[in-house]
């Protein structure tokens, strides 16, 4: 208990440190604030007024405080470009790529348990040569090169998969959006599942030659029951850490993913943000992108606390 | 020591025949792309009428949509994103060693101050800090270089932190730390020397990540610009000619691929070899 109090802490000071690293970022950006909403015809005398209703004439920490108030308070703020909230944009955008990004890593922890713990059992067999081989291409390739080449082999080539957007215009089917998803998924899933492998695969080495497996095998328990019933367990536990961590790396891949199909989700909406200069919106997805890596990091730690009893005594 | 490791090298070399071709390919991508002046074509040259040419012997890799000879982009475009691989490696080394020292060794307060900044660099979603940070600078090699070494350099650290911590409880640097010698001292002297593998093995890795961000970056049309020639920016160009010359996509793709995947081969055999000794 006492161990995961002290993991709320550590993420709340984490979380002060992401505010001030995404303040400076917008304070450092080029340009004048003030300009955006400067009109022609306006007065010096108004303008000077307006940077101080603003809040720019104030000091640069009380500048702060102001905005770690609102964004405490879910403002925001407004978007440069089309007035609208920032955070109503984001949550809009959210579901797309959750449902990228969720389905991805499903499929990917689907297929990496049974290839991880199938190549660390028969190690160095020809499955495991193979299955390595792919996986260093998994973690090699450029994701947006991965998904140009899919799109001209599926899109352009073969007609069969839809190579942009996430509906077909005026059709609103299941079946339609699961065409449009296969693409994305798959340019996701493959850099994914390739890491995942390389983990479970490892850790099953580890545990097959741990203590407890040769007395398993001196008792005459069977090869599977002891993969099955101990090692699956104690090898895939890892994986939550892993799922944790590699949230970092998920979250660059959606945003290259979704530019390159363009998938309406938060990423393209951050990568358009910053292309216009949009310095409210692209701190308001920073920040909030920030927020849900550290909050899954933290769930991360907490499920595989209550989940391991090791850890749990020793706390 | 010293002899041991390259015994120990020669002996895994000799073993991974894989890790053997990963550094033939990359020490002949890195000649080429240094010595690219040597190539006798152009790669600046404007040719209207031998636009889009389809690979032949005159032009190995083809023509791009302004006629110029893909190979000599191709042979640029490397040296562009090996350099900003290499450098930007060097520099997010340099600053992981630095921070994961004096955290390791200092621990206390200033180590955890430290490691909650790391932890806080490394929620961020750098792709996105990337390429805003991309857009406030002025694009090219050398600001390219500076974002992604700055941004990478957070694992180095961490690495380096734990190796320094459960180095500095052995007995020799204890003995040196009663008799009296400076931190800087022990830290050069007797734990980043020990600690040399694992930092090699970590700054191999990186150098493939940084191309692959590089490219990732270049293809975006941020990062590096044209005219200068990136694999990520010819790519970015080969875009809108899929359909009538899928090869100017194919070839620069393959190149990155090739160049990343030799690196993150070879920091990963040079990790079995180190801990085999």
Not at chain 1, 240 to 250: D, E, K
Request: charged share 15%.
């Amino acid at each position: 208990m006492e161990k995961i109090l002290n993991r709320l802490f550590q993420t709340i000071l984490i979380l002060f440190i992401v505010s001030i690293l995404c303040f400076t970022l917008t304070k450092i950006a080029p340009g004048d604030p003030v300009l955006t909403y400067v009109e022609p015809n306006m007065s010096e005398e108004y303008i000077n007024q307006l940077r101080e209703d603003l809040g720019l004439t104030k000091p640069i920490a009380i500048q702060y405080i102001i905005w770690l108030k609102n964004i405490l308070h879910g403002n925001f703020g407004n978007s440069l470009i089309n007035n609208r909230p920032v955070l109503d944009q984001i949550l809009e955008r959210l579901p797309s790529t959750m449902l990228l990004m969720g389905t991805s890593l499903l499929l990917s922890v689907i297929l990496a348990i049974p290839i991880g713990l199938y190549t660390g059992k028969h190690k160095n067999g020809l499955v495991d040569k193979i299955i390595n081989i792919f996986s260093y291409i998994g973690i090699s390739i450029p994701t947006f090169w991965f998904a140009i080449i899919m799109i001209y082999l599926f899109s352009v080539y073969l007609h069969v998969l839809p190579s942009l957007g996430m509906r077909s215009d005026g059709i609103n089917t299941f079946s339609d959006l699961m065409k449009h998803l296969i693409m994305p998924t798959c340019v996701l899933t493959f850099t994914n599942v390739s890491q995942f492998t390389r983990y479970i695969r490892s850790s099953t080495i580890t545990e097959l030659s741990s203590d407890y497996v040769t007395v398993q095998r001196a008792y005459g328990m069977s090869e599977t029951g002891i993969l099955y019933r101990h090692v699956l367990k104690n090898a895939i536990l890892p994986m939550i850490t892993v799922l944790g961590m590699s949230l970092q790396g998920v979250v660059s891949g959606a945003i290259i993913t979704e530019q390159v199909f363009a998938w309406p989700g938060t990423g393209q909406l951050a990568v358009n943000a910053v292309m216009t200069f949009d310095y409210p919106l692209i701190m308001g997805i920073t920040m909030f992108t920030a927020l849900l890596i550290v909050i899954g990091n933290l769930l991360a730690d907490i499920l595989y606390v209550v989940i391991d009893p090791r850890i749990r005594s020793n706390g | 020591m010293r002899d041991n490791i390259m015994k120990n090298l020669k002996l895994g070399f000799k073993e991974d025949k894989l890790a053997v071709i990963g550094v033939i390919i990359i020490l002949i991508l890195t000649v080429t792309s240094a010595f690219a002046f040597l190539y006798p074509v152009d790669a600046n040259a404007i040719s209207v009428t031998s636009r889009l040419a389809k690979p032949s012997l005159i032009h190995p890799f083809g023509t791009d949509d302004m006629g110029r000879d893909y190979l000599a982009r191709c042979l640029y475009g490397g040296r562009a994103s090996l350099l900003v691989g290499f450098l930007s490696m060097i520099l997010s080394t340099m600053i992981g060693v630095i921070v994961g020292s004096i955290s390791g060794y200092m621990g206390g307060k200033i180590d955890a101050i430290l490691m909650r900044f790391v932890d806080a660099l490394m929620s961020l979603p750098t792709f996105l800090i990337m390429v805003v940070m991309n857009a406030y600078l002025k694009p090219g090699i050398k600001n390219v270089i500076i974002i992604i070494g700055l941004l990478t350099w957070m694992s180095i650290a961490r690495i380096v932190r734990g190796e320094t911590m459960s180095l500095k409880e052995r007995e020799y640097v204890v003995y040196s730390r009663i008799s009296g010698q400076s931190r800087l001292k022990i830290i050069l002297q007797h734990i980043l020397p020990n600690i040399m593998p694992t930092i090699i093995v970590t700054a191999t890795i990186n150098i493939a990540s940084a191309i692959l961000m590089e490219s990732a970056l270049s293809f975006f049309g941020l990062g590096i610009r044209p005219p200068t020639a990136s694999w990520g920016s010819m790519l970015n160009n080969a875009q809108g000619y899929m359909i009538k010359a899928p090869y100017l996509a194919i070839f620069p793709g393959v190149l990155i691929l090739l160049t990343v995947i030799s690196f993150n081969y070879l920091g990963e055999a040079l990790r079995k070899i180190f801990e085999h000794k």
